[in-house]
């Protein structure tokens, strides 16, 4: 197999050694290609980089260290990306500084901001009347330049008035943030369900994935201390780099 990204000529300095190149080169590749890929074998490397197998394999070995890499014997090496993690404990936080806690850097897109009679289904999990005005916020989030997460929520027109104002603020806000500083509703719990389902075609077209491709299907429904709902929100979350991290305890029983 060939790469067909990165430097192919690396520089005989003596401030970088060349497996330290080697290494950066891999890396671009790798942030450009999909769980399980096979790396390069360490012939092709040393054909394409005109380098040692002792330098191939110092550079994958750090790759390795990284988790970047899996090796599998007698197999060969496999790329290995980090899949993004969501961690209950974070679910009143803002998902910018979640990523960033965990050292990754995110992006959000605003894909579309309408104003819609709500659909049945949203009704119910919102409960509210059938064809309601709701809001419907299609956003597109990013971890380190890869499309990790499509979110599609849904509030009470009436409860946010001139919300769509607040469209280009929430590439950089958190909705929950506009929800509770700027309309005052502080949100208290949710209920949350999380299931594997194959991709829809739309939602695959944007994660960057193959339609029917397993996704983690999560819906939420947000409720303030006054037991209102203020947002039903639907997410599509790529199956192959994203984990949900839940706590558990256990329920304490009422002395006796």
């Known amino acids: 197999m060939n790469m067909t990204t990165g430097q192919s000529v690396l520089e005989r300095r003596k401030d970088i050694p060349l ?31 005109s380098v040692s197998r002792q330098t191939v394999r110092q550079a994958v070995l750090e790759l390795v260290d990284e988790d970047l890499v899996s090796r599998r014997p007698g197999q060969g090496s496999f790329v290995k990306r980090k899949k993004i993690s969501r961690d209950t404990r974070w679910a009143l936080e803002d998902f910018n500084r979640e990523m960033r806690f965990h050292g990754l850097e995110p992006e959000t897109i605003v894909l579309s901001l309408t104003v819609e009679k709500s659909l049945d289904f949203v009704s119910r999990n919102l409960g509210i009347a ?3 005005e709701v809001l419907v916020i299609r956003r597109q989030r990013f971890v380190d330049g890869w499309p990790v997460v499509i979110q599609q929520s849904y509030l009470p027109s009436r409860l946010f008035p001139d919300f769509k104002e607040k469209e280009k603020e929430l590439e950089s806000r958190s909705m929950h943030s506009i929800i509770e500083q700027d309309y005052k509703y502080e949100l208290q719990n949710a209920e949350r369900t999380v299931e594997a389902i194959p991709a829809p075609t739309k939602e695959a077209e944007l994660l960057k994935i193959a339609p029917g491709s397993p996704v983690l299907y999560s819906t939420s429904i947000w409720k303030t201390h006054e037991d209102v709902c203020v947002e039903y929100v639907l997410e599509w979350y790529r199956g192959d780099r994203s984990q949900f991290n839940i706590q558990l305890n256990r329920k304490k029983e009422p002395a006796v």
Do not use: D, F, H
Not at 23 to 44: D, F, R
């Open 130 to 132: 059938t064809q309601e």
């Open 19 to 49: 497996y330290k190149q080697l290494k950066a080169a891999l890396m671009v590749w790798i942030q450009e290609s999909e769980n399980g890929t096979p790396l390069p074998t360490e012939e092709e490397l040393c054909r394409q980089y």
